[in-house]
């Protein structure tokens, strides 16, 4: 159980285009979902916390009107990059939590950007 | 959220205990310490988490300190797939977020 989808595993597109990738929460309802961001060689960096039916909760220096967030269902959220330029190329994850009592987050298997 | 501190790296031999050290000295009385893991181009992975007594489930078990200032992360048998990155985060309660902070990790080898 608990298990967290993204869609799709990698993308190259060019630049000054969007991006959309899913999230996918498989066999549990997720209230609250999370999207990350990892660079090579250096640790995840949370980008935004989003809420089924709400707007979503961005970190400091994160552009929300860059990295649009939706969540509208309980086991589909969306992270949309418009206007990708080659320093957005990233390794993009998304969590879920399960459970607010064990605040354990599941983790999709990621989806590398590549911006030419 | 409180700090913590892990080694960069650290190294195994298969089949052989691996005992990962955290620090958190400044940990809260209402902080859990949570464990995740991030093996090479995947998401991260829950391991375990505690507050105050020791854990155990089917992947590790999680020994914290008695002033629950450093806990330790234990694999009992390493496997060449328990090569990954293991991040010892410490996540408060209240709050409607519940975010995790993740810092370097402990980049774990195992050696066939």
């Known amino acids: 159980g608990a298990v967290v989808s993204q869609h799709p595993s990698w993308v190259i597109c060019k630049s000054g285009t969007s991006v959309k990738i899913e999230c996918r929460s498989l066999?549990?309802?997720?209230?609250?979902m999370f999207w990350y961001r990892q660079f090579p060689k250096q640790s995840l960096m949370l980008m935004a916390t989003?809420?089924?039916?709400?707007?979503?909760?961005?970190e400091q220096g994160v552009e929300k009107d860059k990295f649009l967030i939706n969540h509208a269902s309980l086991t589909l959220s969306t992270l949309t990059v418009t206007s990708a330029h080659p320093e957005d190329s990233s390794f993009y994850i998304c969590?879920?939590?399960?459970?607010?009592?064990?605040?354990?987050?599941?983790f999709g298997p990621g989806t590398r950007l590549t911006v030419l | 959220d409180a700090k913590t501190t892990q080694p960069n790296s650290m190294e195994s031999n298969e089949e052989e205990p691996v005992h990962l050290p955290c620090n958190h000295s400044?940990?809260?009385?209402?902080?859990?310490i949570h464990w995740y893991r991030q093996l090479p181009s995947q998401g991260p992975e829950y391991v375990i988490h505690?507050?105050?007594s020791n854990v155990n489930n089917r992947m590790a078990s999680l020994a914290i300190a008695e002033d629950r200032k450093s806990s330790t992360l234990i694999l009992h048998r390493a496997t060449l797939r328990d090569a990954a990155v293991y991040y010892c985060?410490?996540?408060?309660?209240?709050?409607?977020?519940?975010?995790?902070?993740f810092g370097k990790g402990t980049l774990l080898t195992v050696n066939p």
């Open positions: 989003s809420n089924e039916g709400s707007k979503a909760t961005y």
């Open positions: 985060i410490l996540r408060g309660i209240g709050g409607s977020n519940y975010k995790l902070t």
């Open positions: 969590s879920a939590r399960q459970d607010p009592s064990t605040d354990t987050q599941y």
């Open positions: 505690g507050l105050t």
């Open positions: 066999d549990f309802q997720a209230t609250t």
């Open positions: 400044t940990i809260s009385g209402t902080d859990y």
